[in-house]
Structures are given as C-alpha cells and as structure tokens.
C-alpha cells in the first residue's frame, strides 16, 4: 500500500475555481436529491481568472486502485490528485509542463491499459505516458506550432485505440484541427486541416458519437455558434451542424431518452440553448429553456434523480 503523507481535505483561499467532489448524498425519497458540503480545491494558474477563462479538470483511475483521481491544469504544470475513495485525495503530485495548459484530458493512448495525460496549450501539444502507478510520467511532445492549442480525446479511427484531436490557432490567425492517430511504439499518424469556422480561446468543447457510427465526434462552442464535428474515419472531420448560440460552455448527453445525443448550450443569458440530435450528425431547430435567475455559463447533463 503506498505511503500517505496526509490527506487533502480542504486547501483554503480558492482563487478562480471549484469543484463538487463526487461524493454525493442521495435522498431517494421521490425527486429530492440531497449533496454533502463540496470540498474546495484551488486549480488554475494560480491568478485571478481572466474574463471567459475556463479550466477544466480531467478524471479517471491514473493509479489503478478502482478510486477516480483528478489531474487539475496549473500554471506550468498539471496536478494529479490521487483518490482515496472516500471524497479526499492525496496531496497532488504536480508535473511540469513546458507552458500553460487549461484543459487535460485523460485516455489510454498507447493501449497499456493505463490511462495517460493528453494536453494543448501555448505552442504545445503533447503526451504524458502513465506506467499505471499515477505517479511516473514520460512526456512526450506532439506539436509546438500553433499559438494555442486544445485536445480531445477519442477513438476518431475506430481501430479500438484512444487517439488525439486539437483544435488550434496559428500565429496568422488560422484555425486548424489536427488529429493524432495512435499506432504502436506510442507513435501518432498525424493530419492537419485549416478550418474557417472560428472559436474562442480556449472553447468549450465534448466528444460523442453523434451520428453512432462508433467513431468519436466533437462538438465546440463559438462566438455566433456551436459547430459540430463529425469523424471521417481518417483522422479529418466534415461540419454536419450549426447551432446559433454563443457558447459559454456545452455539453452533449440525450436528454429525451430517444437515444440519440443531443447538445445543450449555456449561452451567458438567461436561458439554455437546447438542440435536439437526429442520430446522424444533424439537429432540430435550437429550443430554449429558462434557467431561472443565474446567468448561465457552464452546463452538465446528468441523471440526478
Ligand atoms: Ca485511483
Ligand atoms: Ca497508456
Ligand atoms: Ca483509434
Ligand atoms: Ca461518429
């Protein structure tokens, strides 16, 4: 069993970000869902957070014991957050980047089975190969051209193995989205294509199998709209949707039980942006729901009751 120093329960002066650990209580007495105190952690780069700055957390079992960890971004580096299984985590093991990140995602690129550290940033795109432990880390760096970069994770070939995608910003202003195919030996078969749909810096963006062809898709906000992102099978993606909405923060889950995925936009207003997914890449004209008295700026569906 491995040593533990002491236990993170609360790390004070939150600066910019929170998160609800996953420790929830639920009451199954009809529709009342009750949830514990969240636990606060301080992530992000260690400044105030600038206007529309979002980072976001990736989760997933880097150590293998059947508890969900946490990699957090940090200013120069990501901060893994080994689970303890009750609500708390280890103090987090921080590993250095060569810049900032905002979004790292989690996925077994090299089919070990387990699971690795995918991140974009400034001038970089790169790998941290895990060996299972949650505690060694061998990086690798897939791209430094572009001026910003972010990464999603999925099997865009549908060969079975987790592979890379990023969407990107060059120095001229281009916007590109690059996929990195994984083939053995922790290699990537890479393609590069200019794309002139523009979307903030960073986006909010999910994968899913929109149009159920068992190769992950994306969807990824913009200024005038959402845009979705269908995979060809070969490492490129072809636009099958525009959803109108500003798009503060999105996400993609079937909400009406029909099967099909569908997106749902918090849009920095008074409502969320609702589409409804067709099953084949396309969606129904946007419907909007009241989100009360908060300004609506991040989304997650769920099944809360
Ligand atoms: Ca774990
Ligand atoms: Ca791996
Ligand atoms: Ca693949
Ligand atoms: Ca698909």
Known sequence: MRERTHRVRRLAGILAASVFVTNLAFAHAGADVRFQAPVLWQIGHGAPARFRECWELAFGDLDRDGRV????????????????GDGTFD????????GRTDHPTVADFDGDGALDIAWGGSHQVGVLFGDGTGRNWTRTTLETSDDWSAVL???????GRKDLAS?????SGTHWIRSYLSRPGRTFERHSEAQPAAWPKPPSFRVCDVNEDHLTDFVIGGSDA???????????????ASIPALTWGLDVGDIDGDGHADVVIADHGSNFTIAMGRGDGTFGAPQ???AGSVTTSTVAIGDLN
């Open 226 to 240: 959402a845009t979705v992102w269908v995979s060809d099978g070969d490492g490129t993606f072809t636009r099958t």
């Open 69 to 84: 960890d946490i990699v957090a971004p940090l200013l120069d580096s990501v901060a893994v957050y080994l689970g303890d």
């Open 167 to 171: 969407t990107s910003i060059d120095a």
């Open 153 to 159: 994770a999925g099997d865009f070939d549908g060969d």
């Open 288 to 290: 909007f729901q009241p």
């Open 91 to 98: 103090v987090p093991l921080r590993f250095p980047l060569p």
